[in-house]
C-alpha cells in the first residue's frame, strides 16, 4: 500500500502563485508515476500534470506554461508549482500515484484545497 499525503492548498488571489507538495510513503518500490489531479465542484475530477519515472511529462491543455510539475525520487515527492492562477484553477488538487503490472493500480491522497478568488 502507498499513502500520499499533500499540502499548500491555500486561498490566493487571481494571478498568485503557489506549490502543492505529495509525499509518497509505504510501498513506494515500482511506481511508475506521479500526478496531480483535480476536482472542481459539479465536475469531473481532470487530469492536471503527470510525470512517469522516465522522466515523461503530461499537461492538461488548460494549465500548460502556467503550471509545472516536478519530482525528487529519492525523497518519493512530487511537486506542482502554479504560476499565473486563475479562478478556474479553484478545484481539489489530488496527488495521485500508480503502477502499473498485470493492471494498473493507482493511489490517492486526501485532497488539498485551491481557491483562487480576489
Known amino acids: 500500500q502507498v499513502q500520499l499525503v499533500e499540502s499548500g492548498g491555500d486561498l490566493v488571489q487571481p494571478g498568485g502563485s503557489l506549490r502543492l507538495s505529495c509525499a509518497a510513503s509505504g510501498s513506494t518500490f515500482g511506481i511508475n508515476g506521479m500526478g496531480w489531479y483535480r476536482q472542481a465542484p459539479g465536475k469531473q475530477r481532470e487530469l492536471v500534470a503527470a510525470s512517469t519515472r522516465s522522466g515523461n511529462i503530461n499537461y492538461a491543455d488548460s494549465v500548460k506554461g502556467r503550471f509545472t510539475i516536478s519530482r525528487d525520487n529519492a525523497k518519493n515527492t512530487v511537486y506542482l508549482q502554479m504560476n499565473s492562477l486563475k479562478p478556474e484553477d479553484t478545484a481539489v488538487y489530488y496527488c495521485?500515484?500508480?503502477?502499473?503490472?498485470?493492471?494498473?493500480?493507482?493511489?490517492w491522497g486526501q485532497g488539498t484545497q485551491v481557491t483562487v478568488s480576489s
Open positions: 495521485n500515484a500508480w503502477r502499473v503490472g498485470a493492471l494498473r493500480i493507482d493511489y
